[in-house]
T-cell receptor
Framework: GAGVSQSPRYKVAKRGQDVALRCDPI?????LFWYQQALGQGPEFLTY????????KSGLPSDRFFAERPEGSVSTLKIQRTQQEDSAVYLCASSLRFGFGETQYFGPGTRLLVL | AQRVTQPEKLLSVFKGAPVELKCNYSYSGSPELFWYVQYSRQRLQLLLRHISRESIKGFTADLNKGETSFHLKKPFAQEEDSAMYYC?????????????WGAGTKLIIKP
């Protein structure tokens, strides 16, 4: 079956521009995560959804970052007034249920470059 | 705070040689530990998890709570093992089930 998909795969933005990154999780997966991966680093947690509820957004680096999952399926990560330090790969992951023992399945990521 | 440390950014070994990728963690409770692998131009995928105690593609990893380590091992490396390897932890205290990641080790298998 189809895995997690993300679009666009690459995004170049001018500093100050708003961007929207989309994640399509595996159908039926309850949990959805966003991670940010800077060059040469491991992923870092941004936010977590259980169905449409955003249960944790403690990893969002500033109030310029906003995520939603209005119908409990597709999720969008929006970054307003992008800054150069926002340049990173943004990863989306989903898991069938919530809880320990659940495997997270990752999308290919969106590589964002802010000039 | 929880932390995962992978001390080697790059590890290069010859084909057929043993491989050990190091992972240390700091967490006072009972963690779940994972190894994820990312092959060139592919997405992150789960390699193995400590609760399964399985061997995948010849790799094994044992959780050592005394040394807070979860090193990944393979007795005979193959060229197709060349990839980025990430160790990750999930803390049982957290209710959001996020993964906490090491910085990764790039493994290069020389022919």
């Amino acid at each position: 079956g189809a895995g997690v998909s993300q679009s666009p795969r690459y995004k170049v933005a001018k500093r100050g521009q708003d961007v929207a990154l989309r994640c399509d999780p595996i159908s039926g997966h309850v949990s959805l995560f966003w991670y940010q991966q800077a060059l040469g680093q491991g992923p870092e947690f941004l936010t977590y959804f259980q169905n449409e509820a955003q249960l944790d957004k403690s990893g969002l680096p500033s109030d310029r970052f906003f995520a939603e999952r209005p119908e409990g399926s597709v999720s969008t990560l929006k970054i307003q007034r992008t800054q150069q330090e926002d340049s990173a790969v943004y990863l989306c992951a989903s898991s069938l249920r919530f809880g320990f023992g659940e495997t997270q399945y990752f999308g290919p990521g969106t590589r964002l470059l802010v000039l | 705070a929880q932390r995962v440390t992978q001390p080697e950014k790059l590890l290069s070994v010859f084909k057929g040689a043993p491989v050990e990728l190091k992972c240390n963690y700091s967490y006072s409770g009972s963690p779940e530990l994972f190894w994820y692998v990312q092959y060139s131009r592919q997405r992150l995928q789960l390699l193995l998890r400590h609760i399964s105690r399985e061997s995948i593609k010849g790799f094994t990893a044992d959780l050592n709570k005394g040394e807070t380590s979860f090193h990944l091992k393979k007795p005979f490396a193959q060229e197709e093992d060349s990839a980025m390897y990430y160790c990750a932890l999930r803390a049982h205290m957290d209710s959001n089930y996020q993964l906490i990641w090491g910085a990764g080790t790039k493994l290069i298998i020389k022919p």
